[in-house]
T-cell receptor, first 113, second 115 residues
Framework: QKEVEQDPGPLSVPEGAIVSLNCTYS??????FMWYRQYSRKGPELLMY????GNKEDGRFTAQVDKSSKYISLFIRDSQPSDSATYLC?????????????FGPGTSLSVIP | NAGVMQNPRHLVRRRGQEARLRCSPM?????VYWYRQLPEEGLKFMVY????????ESGMPKERFSAEFPKEGPSILRIQQVVRGDSAAYFC?????????????FGAGSRLTVL
């Protein structure tokens, strides 16, 4: 079993739709959770991070973490064509001397005008 | 703040040649991570370095790959005797602790094509 699994894409939605992106993980040592967005042929950029179970909201984006189920989600409200990108979940494991960050394989999202 | 700078952005090599990828972390950051991304795949951890010190190289292939982060200058990922399977995007990230979370800032990547 992979450490981090992510819903396979690609995902295509109409503009204005609510998008739900999901990841599961197997390592209970992960302490914090992030979502990155990657546009085609660009580097990933951080969208959100959190280190507790529950919801965290930032504009149209909501990150949800359920540590008991080892499940995280990213919700995008009122999706826009500019949201079309690959979304990567990432999880951090704080080791004794540094933090190791593991990424999911990514879900490709297309928002159709 | 120029962010994380990677060069070259694109590199073409023939099989058997060497590839050198460079990464300058954000100002004030003293540690970098290297990740490899194959087409349609996620980011795979390769190595984590601090200045003059390799902390974790568990993701590096055992042969042909090496990384360094000298006291002065950029971090370098070196691939010797490249093969077609090395064709990928290589991303560098630098990080800092913020509220206990290590939030990575990525460069734009170096895309290696092996002919």
């Amino acid at each position: 079993q992979k450490e981090v699994e992510q819903d396979p894409g690609p995902l295509s939605v109409p503009e204005g739709a609510i998008v739900s992106l999901n990841c599961t993980y197997s390592n209970s040592a992960f302490q914090y959770f992030m979502w990155y967005r990657q546009y085609s042929r660009k580097g990933p950029e951080l969208l959100m991070y959190t280190y507790s179970s529950g919801n965290k909201e930032d504009g149209r984006f909501t990150a949800q973490v359920d540590k008991s189920s080892k499940y995280i989600s990213l919700f995008i409200r009122d999706s826009q064509p500019s949201d079309s990108a690959t979304y990567l979940c990432a999880m951090g494991d704080k080791k004794t001397s540094y933090d190791k960050v593991i990424f999911g394989p990514g879900t490709s999202l297309s928002v159709i005008p | 703040n120029a962010g994380v700078m990677q060069n070259p952005r694109h590199l073409v090599r023939r099989r058997g040649q060497e590839a050198r990828l460079r990464c300058s972390p954000m100002k004030g950051h003293s540690h970098v991570y290297w990740y490899r991304q194959l087409p349609e795949e996620g980011l795979k951890f390769m190595v984590y370095l601090q200045k003059e010190n390799i902390i974790d190289e568990s993701g590096m292939p055992k042969e042909r790959f090496s990384a360094e982060f000298p006291k002065e200058g950029p971090s370098i990922l070196r691939i010797q005797q490249v093969v077609r399977g090395d064709s990928a995007a290589y991303f560098c990230a630098s990080g800092t602790a913020s509220s206990g979370a290590n939030v990575l800032t990525f460069g734009a990547g170096s895309r290696l094509t092996v002919l």
